[in-house]
């Protein structure tokens, strides 16, 4: 019979070694749950195939989120299964800045953000923030569907960014607290936030405000304790971020029209075989259509929701702000940037 020493001596060498069993198969269990989420698991994933990561800050209810569902949805559908997309949404591995320093770095494989932000490391993309470069809705799609607008897809490869297609994400027009800016004379003393975007900061200089770059998340309660006049943007995101209840004026000047885009890591996609890229691009590009189609029965639906909100809404003649940003415009003559706006002024 042990002794007392010795069956405690069994005891623990049960329990120590339950431990490190325990530990040795939960983080087996975490490195392949890293595998999955991160995209970096090098291939195969059993008998599933090749699973890819995508993340975005959006809520499940917006139209880049159904439409990134339906891409996800298709490359299942197109490859029988052996390659995947799992969506992570409403910034579950982090914000819109997060996700895209996660893609450069190569531990996640795809997502969505502005062309705005992405200048700074992709000079090209400074095109979407130049005003009035789109002569209408349908000038605009005809430029990202032309040579120049595939070209611009693959411009930031080298920053291990590469654009899959573009979203629709209308036209950004400017709303306010205190008083409408139905011409840019009543911008002028206004402090109006915008992206963390030189393009888009210039524009409001030029049409005379302040320009006040502050987080998306921030400016609620900036607009409310009117640290800043106004904003812009595009009506589905002036109602959704409920900017409406302390700024009721909305002057559809239409200044610039910015796409989102959803990037692929350059690295992800060196990795995957004619094939695979032939599929993806095509799930993405019916993405694409079906996005643009909720994109504008949203958009009209937020108008609708804005005016019943007791929003006034103010449809003003465009010239004197096309005026304001000429010398703007012109500062960017023999630019990179300034020979993309003479391509664009070239296609009907």
């Not at 329990?15 to 195969?44: C, N």
């Not at 012109?330 to 993309?340: A, F, I, M």
């Amino acid at each position: 019979m042990p002794t007392e020493q010795g069956s405690s001596g069994a005891v623990y060498s049960f329990f120590a070694g339950f431990a490190v069993a325990l530990f040795l198969a939960t983080a087996g269990f975490a490195l392949v749950l890293k595998a999955r989420v991160s995209g970096t698991g090098g291939g195969p994933l059993g008998a599933a195939g090749r699973t890819l990561t995508l993340a975005h800050a959006l809520e499940p209810t917006h139209p880049v989120h159904l439409a990134m569902e339906k891409m996800a949805k298709r490359v299942e559908e197109l490859s029988g299964g052996s390659l995947r997309v799992t969506v992570y949404h409403s910034g579950q591995l982090g914000a819109e800045t997060d996700l895209l320093e996660q893609l450069q770095g190569g531990s996640l494989d795809i997502t969505k953000v502005s062309t705005s932000p992405l200048e700074s490391f992709v000079p090209e993309m400074a095109i979407f923030g130049v005003p009035y470069v789109f002569r209408d809705h349908d000038h605009f799609w005809r430029v990202l569907e032309s040579p120049l607008g595939l070209r611009l897809l693959s411009a930031g490869d080298s920053a291990n960014v590469h654009g899959l297609c573009y979203y629709d994400a209308g036209a950004r027009s400017f709303y306010t607290a205190s008083k409408p800016a139905i011409t840019p004379d009543h911008l002028r003393g206004q402090t109006i936030r915008v992206q963390k975007s030189k393009t888009a900061m210039d524009m409001v200089e030029a049409m005379g405000g302040l320009p006040t770059p502050i987080a998306w998340g921030e400016l609620y309660s900036a607009l409310q304790q009117r640290m800043v006049d106004g904003a812009e943007n595009n009506p589905p995101s002036f109602h959704s971020s409920r900017h409406y209840e302390v700024a009721k004026h909305y002057v559809l000047n239409e200044h610039t029209r910015t796409p989102d885009i959803i990037l692929i890591a350059a690295s992800t996609w060196k990795t995957l075989s004619e094939e695979e890229r032939r599929l993806i691009q095509q799930a993405a590009r019916e993405s694409m259509q079906y996005q643009r189609e909720l994109w504008k029965e949203k958009s009209a639906e937020s108008m609708a929701a804005l005016e019943k909100a007791g929003v006034k809404i103010y449809q003003v003649d465009t010239k004197p702000f096309v005026d304001a940003v000429q010398p703007m415009i012109r500062k960017l003559d023999g630019t990179p940037v300034g020979k993309l706006i003479e391509e664009i002024g070239k296609i009907p």
